[in-house]
C-alpha cells in the first residue's frame, strides 16, 4: 500500500512549499510556491481517495478548478502591481504598511 | 520492494528534488520549469494511486495551462533573467529551512494514518472501479450527480475569474 508513502511525500512536498514562500522576495515564485502547496494537498486526496472512495478525486478536480481561477487572477494582479512599481519584489510592495 | 513500489520511489525523489530547486534557483525561469518537472512526477504518482483521469489532466491543466501562463507572465514583464538573488539572506535561509523542517517533523504524523476499517474499500476497488465504468466515468459521476452544486459553482466562479483577470490586467476601463 502506498498510503503512507504518498502522504509522507505530500508533507515534504508541502514543506517545501511553506518555506519557498518565506524564502523569496519574487511574488511570481511565491506564487509557484502557493501552487507547490496546492499539489502536495491533491496528492494527500489521491492517495486516500484509493482507500476511501473516489470522491477524494472530485475534490481534487475541484481544486484544480480554483487553482486555475487563482493563477489568473493574481497574475494579472502582479501585471497591474509591475506597471505601477516596475518590479514584483515584495519588499517594493508595502502601500497598506502605517 | 515491488516494481510499483520502486516507480513511486524513483518519481516521489524526482518531486521532492525538483520541488527543493524549484524553491532555490535564482531565475523564475528556471523555478518554473522545475515546478513543471515536479507536476509531471506528480502525474505519475497519480497513476500509480490509481487516478488516471487526475493524472491526465494534471499534465493538461497544470502543466500545459497553468505553467504556461507562468512563463508567458514572466516574458511579459521581462523577469526571465537571473538578477540579484531575492531569497533571505544566510540566517533568512536558516531559519526558513528550519521552520520548513519543522513542519515536517509535524506532518509526519500523517504517514501512520491508517482509515477506520469500516471506511476502507477492499484492496484493489479503485482499479475493479476504473477497469468497470472508465477512467473518466468514476469522476464524471459522482461530479455530476452529488457534486452538481459544487460545479455550476465552480462555472460561476471562474467566469469571475475571466472577467477580473480582464479588468485588472486592462490599462484603461
Known sequence: MLLGPSLGVSAILFSLGVAGVLLRRNAIVIFMCIELMLNAVNLSFVALAQQLGREGQVIVFFVMAVAAAEAAVGLAIMIAIYRHKSSVNVKEINLLRG | ?173
Open chain 2, 1 to 173: 520492494m515491488s516494481g510499483t513500489e520502486a516507480v513511486f520511489w524513483f518519481f516521489a525523489a524526482v518531486a521532492i528534488i525538483s520541488a527543493f530547486l524549484c524553491i532555490t534557483r535564482r531565475s523564475p525561469v528556471a523555478s518554473a520549469l522545475w515546478l513543471v518537472s515536479t507536476l509531471f512526477a506528480l502525474a505519475a504518482i497519480f497513476v500509480l494511486l490509481d487516478a488516471h483521469f487526475i493524472a491526465a489532466i494534471q499534465v493538461l491543466v497544470y502543466a500545459g495551462a497553468i505553467m504556461v501562463l507562468f512563463l508567458f507572465v514572466i516574458m511579459l514583464l521581462n523577469l526571465g533573467r537571473a538578477g540579484p538573488t531575492d531569497m533571505l539572506g544566510w540566517a533568512g535561509r536558516l531559519v526558513m529551512f528550519a521552520v520548513g523542517a519543522l513542519l515536517v517533523v509535524e506532518l509526519w504524523v500523517l504517514v501512520r494514518i491508517v482509515p477506520a476499517e469500516e471506511l476502507q474499500l477492499p484492496t484493489g476497488a479503485m482499479v475493479q472501479l476504473t477497469e468497470q465504468e472508465g477512467a473518466v466515468r468514476v469522476i464524471s459521476e459522482p461530479l455530476f450527480r452529488g457534486f452538481l452544486v459544487p460545479f455550476e459553482i465552480t462555472s460561476i466562479l471562474l467566469l469571475a475569474a475571466i472577467v477580473g483577470a480582464v479588468v485588472l490586467a486592462k490599462r484603461k476601463l
